[in-house]
Structure formats: structure tokens, C-alpha cells
């Protein structure tokens, strides 16, 4: 693709296209239904009165869940794809440089700086280290875990003839021990990720405030804005 290239100041780089920023919106939606339909599950609703020909609650959260794990199913693929059509920056979670001596530095720089020790952040025009490795490992990993492990659960429902209980039930099932083992592995990653999230929303905010390129409005309008002239600290 063609980078579009900044008229506005040299300290402004063109970081997150369209497709990639749109992608984490929808995603952000998408797991926030999956979420909250998802604990409605494990914990249902106490019985509403009357009779229950006339409720469907129940039934329409499970439908709500199901439509919003196929959407994050088909996001995910899409987001794999993109990995490798869009720039450099939409491959950074899925390609963590895990075996260079620099980024496991950037990653012990920014545990300090995150916890008030190191008194200066470091310039990234991507993500930085500490949030690719936990992006990679808790996203990524956890998106295809849910995926998988949702998947099961919902063919153990379709039935042994359907294409959910061949590609998923069939093997994950049994690899748990049981479907409620299954069932609580994947209420648990659903908790990790909602954890996840939260330190994300306040990372993205505090970084926005006290660290040396914009943030929040970068995964709007896809640029960078750095507040200084120092050189990035990118490979180090």
C-alpha cells in the first residue's frame, strides 16, 4: 500500500491504516457483547414470572453471543490477513521479535517506567515492547483460544453431525476431560482478557498524557504525533 506522507510537521508519521484501525473498533465491540453475554451464560438470570413460552431472554443472549463469536471469528481471519497485506506496524503482534536482546530490554524499560521508577518513557512510532508482547500473548493467543475452545462448546450443542462438533468438539472435548472443564477454561480466558482491556484503557490514557507520542487520537486518525525531536527508539 501507499503510505500517505505528512504535510503537517516532521514529527508526525502515518502509523495505523484505515482497514487495521477500523478492525480494532469492531473488535473492541465485538468482545465487549461477547463479554457481557458470555457472564449472562455462566450466570444466568434468575426465572422471569409467568409463562415461559412468553420469555426467550435467555435465548436471546445466547443468539447475541453466537452472532458476535462469528463476527469475531471472521474480524480475527481478516485481522490475520491484513498482518501481511497492511505495513510493518499491523504485523508487530503477531511477529514479536522474542529472540532479540534489545526488545526483552525495551520490555524490563517499560515494566520500570509503568511502575513510576525510570523517569523518562521511550519514543516509539509503533507499539512498544511491553505492549506487543502482552498484545501477542493475551490477543492474539487468547482470541484464538476463545475462538477454538467456543467453537467446541457450540458443537457439543449442534450435535455430533454438525461441522462445529467435527472441527472442535470432537478433539477439544476430550483433551479437557470433560465439557464443563472446557467450559470453565474458557470463562477464565474471557476474565483474562477483560483484564487485559482495562490495564490497556489506562495504559493508552496515561501514555497519552506523560509519554513522548500521541495515543489516543493515533488509533483514530492512524497518525503518530511525537511531542519532541529526539530520535525514536524503534530496534533498540
Known amino acids: 500500500m501507499n503510505t500517505p ?14 482497514p487495521l484501525r477500523l478492525w480494532h473498533w469492531f473488535n473492541a465491540l465485538v468482545i465487549m457483547v461477547l463479554s457481557v453475554t458470555g457472564y449472562f ?6 426465572g422471569a414470572g409467568g409463562e415461559a413460552s412468553d420469555h426467550y431472554l435467555m435465548g436471546t443472549i445466547r443468539f447475541l453471543h453466537f452472532c ?8 480475527f481471519l481478516f485481522r490475520i490477513y491484513w498482518a501481511y497485506a497492511g505495513n510493518e506496524h499491523a504485523r508487530q503482534l503477531f511477529l514479536p521479535p522474542l529472540l532479540s ?24 512510532t509503533g507499539h512498544n515492547p511491553l505492549a506487543v508482547l502482552f498484545m501477542h500473548f493475551v490477543l492474539v ?32 472435548i476430550p483433551l479437557f476431560g470433560q465439557s ?3 467450559h470453565s477454561w474458557h470463562h477464565l480466558v474471557m476474565w483474562l482478557i477483560i483484564c487485559f482491556i482495562v490495564a490497556h484503557i489506562y495504559v493508552a490514557i496515561r501514555e ?29
Open 5 to 18: 506522507i505528512s504535510t503537517a510537521s516532521p514529527q508526525t508519521v502515518y502509523v495505523y491504516d484505515l
Open 41 to 46: 451464560i455462566a450466570s444466568p438470570l434468575a
Open 68 to 75: 458476535a463469536a462469528y463476527l469475531l471469528t471472521i474480524g
Open 101 to 124: 536482546r534489545g526488545f526483552w530490554q525495551g520490555v524490563w524499560h517499560e515494566l520500570r517506567w509503568y511502575a513510576f521508577i525510570d523517569k523518562e518513557p521511550r519514543k516509539y
Open 141 to 172: 493467543w487468547g482470541t484464538v483460544f476463545m475462538i477454538f475452545t467456543g467453537f467446541a462448546l457450540y458443537g457439543e450443542g449442534a450435535g455430533q453431525g454438525s461441522w462445529s462438533y467435527a472441527l472442535f468438539s470432537s478433539w477439544l
Open 180 to 182: 464443563q472443564n472446557l
Open 208 to 236: 497519552d498524557k506523560m509519554s513522548r507520542q500521541s495515543m489516543l487520537k493515533t488509533m483514530v486518525t492512524g497518525w503518530r504525533v511525537f511531542k519532541d525531536d529526539k530520535p525514536v527508539d524503534d530496534g533498540h
